[in-house]
């Protein structure tokens, strides 16, 4: 079982970019796996403005050891100009779902 385990996310304006972002991370052995939520409803400040958009949050479990191949990964694939890419450290994970994390992001 790896040392770190991360959970990183993202969010996308169409379900369908979310969709296939979310294969293509998981074939590419960046997380096990991804999962997408919403839609959702975004307000932030762009350009001077406040906007308001409907949004997929796409949702990755990966190792340390991985996320910083998955951050370049959404940055390079994603079409935001300024992506929302965050991730945090999982402080407790199970010791079977650890295992079966490690297996999948084995380059």
């Given at each position: ?14 379900r ?5 972002l ?22 932030y ?63």
């Amino acid at each position: 079982m790896s040392d770190r385990y991360v959970q990183m996310q993202t969010t996308i304006g169409a379900r369908e970019r979310a969709e296939s972002l979310v294969v293509e991370v998981v074939e590419r052995r960046l997380a096990a796996c991804g999962q997408i939520v919403g839609p959702i409803e975004s307000t932030y400040w762009w350009n001077g403005r406040i906007e308001t958009e409907r949004e997929w949050m796409c949702v990755f479990k990966t190792t340390e050891r991985r996320a910083e191949a998955l951050e370049a990964f959404l940055l390079d694939a994603h079409p935001y100009e300024v992506p929302e890419v965050v991730g945090f450290r999982l402080d407790f994970i199970s010791h079977d779902y650890g295992d079966w994390i490690d297996d999948e992001t084995d380059e």
